[in-house]
Protein backbone atom coordinates (compact mmCIF):
# COMPACT_ATOMS: atom_id res chain seq x y z
CA UNK A 1 0.00 0.00 0.00
CA UNK A 2 1.43 3.27 -0.60
CA UNK A 3 1.10 6.08 1.42
CA UNK A 4 1.23 9.06 -0.64
CA UNK A 5 0.11 10.15 -3.85
CA UNK A 6 2.36 11.99 -5.93
CA UNK A 7 2.27 14.77 -9.06
CA UNK A 8 -1.35 15.12 -8.60
CA UNK A 9 -3.78 17.82 -8.12
CA UNK A 10 -6.23 18.21 -4.74
CA UNK A 11 -9.20 20.16 -5.20
CA UNK A 12 -9.26 22.49 -2.23
CA UNK A 13 -13.49 22.34 -1.63
CA UNK A 14 -14.13 19.56 0.91
CA UNK A 15 -16.78 17.05 0.38
CA UNK A 16 -19.36 17.34 3.42
CA UNK A 17 -21.45 14.27 4.34
CA UNK A 18 -24.07 13.01 6.90
CA UNK A 19 -23.41 16.89 8.61
CA UNK A 20 -19.66 16.51 8.80
CA UNK A 21 -19.83 12.75 9.75
CA UNK A 22 -18.10 11.84 6.63
CA UNK A 23 -15.76 14.40 4.63
CA UNK A 24 -13.07 13.80 2.10
CA UNK A 25 -11.21 15.81 -0.72
CA UNK A 26 -11.15 14.56 -4.56
CA UNK A 27 -7.36 14.05 -5.82
CA UNK A 28 -6.98 14.57 -9.56
CA UNK A 29 -4.36 12.59 -11.48
CA UNK A 30 -2.17 13.69 -14.76
CA UNK A 31 -3.77 10.96 -16.15
CA UNK A 32 -7.51 12.56 -15.67
CA UNK A 33 -7.86 10.19 -12.68
CA UNK A 34 -9.77 10.50 -9.42
CA UNK A 35 -9.91 9.26 -6.28
CA UNK A 36 -11.36 10.82 -3.04
CA UNK A 37 -9.49 11.00 0.38
CA UNK A 38 -11.69 10.69 3.06
CA UNK A 39 -12.37 10.42 6.57
CA UNK A 40 -15.98 8.62 8.39
CA UNK A 41 -16.21 9.14 12.25
CA UNK A 42 -17.49 7.46 14.48
CA UNK A 43 -21.34 6.13 13.52
CA UNK A 44 -24.70 5.62 15.38
CA UNK A 45 -26.60 4.20 12.28
CA UNK A 46 -25.03 3.16 8.90
CA UNK A 47 -24.22 5.66 6.16
CA UNK A 48 -25.73 4.88 2.77
CA UNK A 49 -23.94 5.95 -0.19
CA UNK A 50 -24.62 5.40 -3.94
CA UNK A 51 -22.12 5.14 -6.54
CA UNK A 52 -22.52 5.73 -10.20
CA UNK A 53 -18.99 4.37 -11.50
CA UNK A 54 -17.68 1.05 -9.73
CA UNK A 55 -15.85 2.07 -6.79
CA UNK A 56 -12.95 0.05 -4.63
CA UNK A 57 -12.77 1.76 -1.07
CA UNK A 58 -9.11 0.72 0.55
CA UNK A 59 -8.80 1.48 4.22
CA UNK A 60 -6.26 3.11 5.81
CA UNK A 61 -6.56 2.90 9.27
CA UNK A 62 -9.43 2.01 11.31
CA UNK A 63 -12.16 -1.04 10.76
CA UNK A 64 -16.08 -0.98 9.43
CA UNK A 65 -19.11 -3.01 9.23
CA UNK A 66 -20.16 -2.88 5.47
CA UNK A 67 -22.91 -3.89 3.40
CA UNK A 68 -22.85 -4.34 -0.65
CA UNK A 69 -25.91 -3.37 -2.30
CA UNK A 70 -28.77 -5.87 -1.39
CA UNK A 71 -26.92 -8.03 1.05
CA UNK A 72 -28.28 -8.80 4.39
CA UNK A 73 -24.84 -9.76 5.73
CA UNK A 74 -22.33 -7.17 6.93
CA UNK A 75 -18.62 -8.05 5.93
CA UNK A 76 -15.72 -6.76 8.71
CA UNK A 77 -12.92 -5.03 6.40
CA UNK A 78 -9.72 -3.40 8.28
CA UNK A 79 -7.26 -1.49 7.53
CA UNK A 80 -5.17 -2.80 4.62
CA UNK A 81 -7.79 -4.06 2.84
CA UNK A 82 -10.35 -2.96 0.59
CA UNK A 83 -13.82 -3.88 -0.41
CA UNK A 84 -15.59 -3.27 -3.99
CA UNK A 85 -18.92 -1.99 -5.07
CA UNK A 86 -20.50 -2.34 -8.19
CA UNK A 87 -21.51 1.26 -10.53
CA UNK A 88 -25.11 1.97 -10.13
CA UNK A 89 -25.33 0.54 -6.81
CA UNK A 90 -25.27 1.26 -3.33
CA UNK A 91 -23.23 0.60 0.40
CA UNK A 92 -24.06 1.15 3.94
CA UNK A 93 -20.82 1.25 6.28
CA UNK A 94 -20.64 2.06 9.76
CA UNK A 95 -17.39 2.25 12.30
CA UNK A 96 -16.58 2.47 16.10
CA UNK A 97 -13.44 4.47 15.47
CA UNK A 98 -12.11 6.73 13.21
CA UNK A 99 -11.74 5.37 9.66
CA UNK A 100 -10.05 6.72 7.08
CA UNK A 101 -10.07 5.47 3.22
CA UNK A 102 -9.09 6.27 -0.28
CA UNK A 103 -12.00 5.68 -2.66
CA UNK A 104 -10.82 4.64 -6.42
CA UNK A 105 -13.46 5.46 -8.76
CA UNK A 106 -13.00 2.47 -11.28
CA UNK A 107 -15.37 3.45 -14.14
Known sequence: ???QFDHVSVVK?????FGGTCISHTVQ????TKKTLGVIL???Q???FET??????EIISGEC???IADNEEHELFRAGQSFYVPG??????ETDDVLDYVCHFEG
Do not use: A
Open 29 to 32: FEDG
Open 1 to 3: MQS
Open 65 to 67: RVK
Open 88 to 93: GSKFKI
Open 42 to 44: PTE
Open 13 to 17: KSNVY
Open 52 to 57: HVPERM
Open 46 to 48: PLT
